[in-house]
């Protein structure tokens, strides 16, 4: 199982980033996908999870409004939209298998929100 | 709102020592308590799920007790590669502790 994050990188408040994770050695169409962050010297944060068909969703409060998650079953692909960046979402972020547990983390894509 | 409180946020301990985690949670979980392990500049990795069960890897020294609302991970016999930082997490709210760091007393 490998999971490999992309798309992480400096960008202004009020700006928008796309984070792309891409999965590999496993069924990706079989599971439930998840993003995860932390801010830096932080503990982890839970953010958003897409059911293995993308009809299911949910995020957590602090990026409700702001942040989409989706995904190609197609490419092996998880997507997370980030708009309307804050410098409090200045964080790792983690691609991550399953909703529950967390059972496989990709390595973290390093989002920087400053002007 | 579903709270998780770890303890302690940090603890040194010397190779060989066992090292015991605490994870508290504001109402009853069931057992829904996983344990994960964290190194620096490294993406955390899953110890224990389902608050005692082994994840498929990981060394018998690490075991995990618990239901309801106060879990325990044990660490018997610690050793050099066991240094970081551990992270509780439950489910179905998905909220983590604080996190423990364990480091070289």
């Known amino acids: 199982v490998q999971l490999v994050e992309s798309g992480g990188g400096l960008v202004k408040p009020g700006g928008s980033l796309r984070l792309s994770c891409a999965g590999s050695?496993?069924?990706?169409?079989?599971?439930?996908m998840s993003w995860i962050r932390q801010a830096p010297g932080k503990g982890l944060e839970w953010i958003s999870y897409?059911?293995?068909?993308?009809?299911?969703?949910d995020y957590a409060d602090s990026v409700k409004g702001r942040f989409t998650i989706s995904r190609d079953n197609a490419k092996n692909s998880l997507y997370l939209q980030m708009n309307s960046l804050r410098v409090d979402d200045t964080a790792v972020y983690y691609c991550?298998?399953?909703?529950?547990?967390?059972?496989?983390w990709g390595q973290g894509a390093l989002v920087t929100v400053s002007s | 709102d579903l709270q998780m409180t770890q303890t302690p946020s940090s603890l040194s301990a010397s190779v060989g020592d066992r090292v015991t985690i605490t994870c508290q949670a504001s109402?009853?979980?069931?057992?829904?308590l996983n344990w994960y392990q964290q190194k620096p500049g490294k993406a955390p990795k899953l110890l224990i799920y389902?608050?005692?069960k082994l994840e498929a890897g990981v060394p018998s020294r690490f075991s995990g007790s618990g239901s309801a609302t106060h879990f325990t991970l044990t660490i018997n016999s610690l050793q050099p590669e066991d240094f970081g930082t551990y992270y509780c997490?439950?489910?179905?709210?998905?909220?983590f502790g604080q996190g423990t760091t364990v480091d070289l007393k």
């Open positions: 997490q439950q489910y179905p709210d998905l909220r």
């Open positions: 050695g496993f069924k990706f169409s079989d599971y439930y």
């Open positions: 991550a298998r399953r909703a529950a547990i967390f059972e496989y």
């Open positions: 109402q009853d979980i069931n057992y829904y």
């Open positions: 389902d608050a005692s």
């Open positions: 897409i059911n293995s068909d993308g009809n299911t969703i």
